[in-house]
């Protein structure tokens, strides 16, 4: 395949480039955080707290309020974020693709930070909250509005929110027109359930003291502009929507491959595996936003409900439609890596899956009868996050009895990470005398067209949270879909946790197992390696 890229300067301009929509303002609030120690708080969530501040995005009356076990006061805890974000910037992280940070923009935020410290299952650390939440109201105008935001190990969800509500902290007291005079949201982290039937149990412990329309179940994937792209890229284009369907699409491959290993989440990787720790959520993410039908409206139930509509129309994956691996030792970007029954916190017999391939299926009008294929591991040969799509063959008559050969595929790639963008694959005659075809690519990158600001995955999402915005956020019956939709596999797998787990080198694509998934349908999967993945973590 031709693929010739320039990567000078680029001289791509916007083709037309009317005011950008403002941005609502946030309404005051304060955002109190509990596992304020953990490593999500110091590495997500104030960074991208940071990063709103230094967008004026933050609203100017804000308070943030850390919960933890572990003694600590404001000032320490304040000095070791900042000591995070600087690590960040001397690092050179790639979400803080800057030479420092801008002090002015800490100092907003820095101001407003104070912390509580107490045990998350005592009434006690709850009475604390309401004094700390009262102080900012005080010094900060918060105006009665909280966030309460889950960054803490999922045994805890219930206990926090049942706490909360005993202390009257989740209440939305209404004015005399019957609208809140404050408001209370709570985030919660993934993972929301480890099977069907904890999913359920935690959804229905959850809206016991709280409505649906104050929780928002966090998922970063979300958060990226690659992701949310999918949408305007499929309904404010009308040359895609006819050929969006069975008529015109082969099948679907959605692959999230990273390069990393479990590092120090060995404990945390033991209980949840590749499966729950990545399909029901990110891939399944990806999944509905590629084949949902076009929502009546942009608003937040809109389009949930047709999201809800493809996993509601997905039948139960079949155990032998599954295939799961766990990484052996081997070289990964020119490093040596250690097995993962090597790595800590990780048993020396354990059977748990670092990588799983399945073929999926939608039961509806535009999807019957295409396969959905998707994968994910560690430790694999590049980080590459994609979506390729692959239209059905052109037919051969007309070029019979040419020297063309066989006509290549047409590949629709949209890239999600690490080189954001969207490819499109079609073949082109070669000049000369003889007809004879070639596969050429166009090829659009964001970052040619883009100027990037410094993002974590977490500012959108947060942004969203203060505005009431839950677009990006799942429905419990979502939630539960997606469950369903695994739960005979990880059932299969439990059954027979032993002797058939293949094991596939670090820095490679994934088991054998895998392409034979692939192989029982006459297909094969793209290299993981191929255009679009990147060479680094």
């Keep these: 395949m031709l693929d010739k890229q320039s990567r000078t300067a680029p001289t791509a301009q916007v083709v037309e480039s009317p005011p950008r929509r403002q941005m609502k303002s946030a309404d005051p609030c304060a955002i109190v955080i509990f596992g304020a120690g953990g490593d999500l708080t110091k590495r997500l969530v104030t960074p991208a707290l940071y990063n709103l501040a230094h967008t004026k995005a933050l609203p100017e009356k804000f308070s943030f309020i850390g919960v933890d076990h572990g003694e600590g006061t404001a000032e320490s805890w304040r000095n070791h974020l900042h000591d995070m974000l600087k690590s960040f910037v001397r690092n050179g992280a790639a979400e803080f693709d800057v030479d420092q940070i801008d002090e002015a923009a800490w100092k907003r935020l820095a101001e407003k930070i104070s912390y509580v410290q107490g045990d998350f299952t005592k009434p006690e650390l709850y009475e604390k909250i309401c004094v700390a939440l009262a102080e900012a109201e005080k010094t900060n105008g918060t105006q009665g509005n909280v966030i309460f935001y889950l960054a803490v190990g999922d045994r805890f969800f219930s206990t926090v929110v049942e706490q909360l509500c005993k202390a009257k902290l989740t209440d939305q007291y209404e004015d005399e027109d019957g609208k809140p005079r404050f408001w209370r949201r709570v985030v919660i982290e993934k993972p929301f359930g480890h099977s069907l039937e904890s999913a359920r149990a935690l959804n229905a412990s959850i809206l016991r003291t709280l409505h649906e329309d104050q929780i928002f179940r966090i998922d970063h994937f979300l958060g990226k502009d690659t992701v949310q792209s999918i949408m305007a890229f499929r309904f404010a284009n009308g040359l895609f929507e006819p050929i969006w369907n069975r008529d015109r699409i082969d099948h679907v491959q959605i692959t999230v491959a990273e390069t990393v290993g479990v590092e120090r989440r060995g404990r945390f990787y033991e209980a949840t595996g590749a499966l729950r720790d990545m399909v029901p959520n990110h891939v399944f993410t990806l999944l509905s936003m590629v084949a949902m039908e076009p929502p009546t409206g942009f608003d937040a139930a809109a389009i949930r409900s047709k999201k809800a509509e493809v996993l509601a129309a997905m039948p139960a994956v079949k155990p032998a439609q599954a295939v799961r691996g766990q990484y052996g ?41 295409v396969p959905f294929y998707i994968r994910t591991g560690k430790h694999m040969s590049q980080r590459n ?44 005659k070669r000049p000369g005398p003889v007809v004879d075809l070639a596969a050429v690519k166009m090829d659009f990158r964001y970052d040619d067209w883009f100027s990037k600001e410094p993002n974590v995955g977490y500012e959108t999402l947060l942004y969203d949270v203060m505005i009431g915005d839950p677009t990006l956020f ?64």
């Design 385 to 428: 996050t994609e979506i390729a799509i692959r239209f059905k063959q052109a037919p051969y008559a007309a070029f019979h009895g040419t020297p063309v050969g066989t006509l290549r595929a047409n590949w629709l790639v949209l890239r999600i990470a690490p080189d954001e963008g969207i490819s499109l694959q079609f073949e082109v």
């Design 474 to 537: 799942m429905r419990a019956d979502m939630v539960e879909q997606t469950w369903r939709i695994v739960q005979p596999v990880l059932d299969a797998w439990a059954k027979n946790c032993a002797a058939d787990l293949p094991i596939y080198s670090a820095g490679s694509s994934g088991p054998s197992e895998a392409d034979a998934l692939l192989a029982r349908d006459g297909r094969h999967w793209r290299p993981v390696n191929g255009p679009g993945a990147v060479k680094s973590q």
């Design 329 to 369: 030792a081997g070289t990964v970007l020119d490093k040596t890596m250690k097995a993962y029954r090597q790595e800590p916190n990780v048993a020396p017999d354990s059977n748990v899956e670092t990588y799983v391939a399945m073929r999926l299926e939608i039961d509806n009008w535009r999807w019957a009868g």
